[in-house]
């Protein structure tokens, strides 16, 4: 099996969420950006059909200027966007890796990240930290964008128990599929006033 097997293309993603959802809608909004830092985060939201109230499916792409090659560095925002796009696609219909033949095909053949530790050294504009309180006291992005924590698979997400459930739980778990590769959830516990508040 060849390295990009299990990853679907742009277009073919693209191509099945219109025949899988034909009535279906898509969007993205940019949640925040900083020109300065060189960062954007954009949240996209999937309805299967135009009777659907509440998206079927939310996802987000964290976009960064200096993991950008020079020649790619103009289409953040749209590489950013179309990124949201692909992984709320995925997340609603399943079946594949999040993740796009596009952006492996970078990986693949990127050697920055492994060439650099960014919690140990700073290349270019990319900030390191030693501890996570550090990165959070130069509110930095890295560790929570708008409120949402991120983990080295990208942001996390909120899941909780439902309203019927015998114990009521919530947290933000990591996004990778392999359960023996994510991340550990940050739990969250329910008060006295009904709201969930991180566990400590």
Known sequence: ???????E?????????????????????????NAEKGYVL?????????TEIDP????????FLAAY??????WMVEDTCTSALMRVMAL???GTEKVTKEVMSLVKTETLAADH????????????????????EADETGWAVNGVPMCSHGSMRWNQSKPDAPKAWAGYFCSEKIKEKQCKPQWYVLTSD???KPQV
Not at 42 to 50: C, E, G, L, P
């Open 117 to 136: 530790d960014y919690w140990t050294t700073k290349f270019g504009d990319v900030p390191s930290y030693k501890t996570r309180e550090e990165a959070e």
């Open 1 to 7: 099996m060849a390295f990009m097997d299990n990853y």
């Open 56 to 63: 079927a499916g939310i996802d987000y792409a964290h976009g």
């Open 194 to 196: 009904g709201t969930f």
């Open 92 to 94: 609603v219909m399943g």
């Open 69 to 74: 090659s020079d020649k790619m560095r103009r």
């Open 42 to 50: 954009v949240q996209a939201k999937a309805w299967r059909n135009q």
């Open 9 to 33: 293309g742009n277009k073919e993603r693209t191509d099945r969420w219109i025949a899988t959802y034909p009535q279906g809608r898509l969007e993205t909004h940019i949640v925040e950006f």
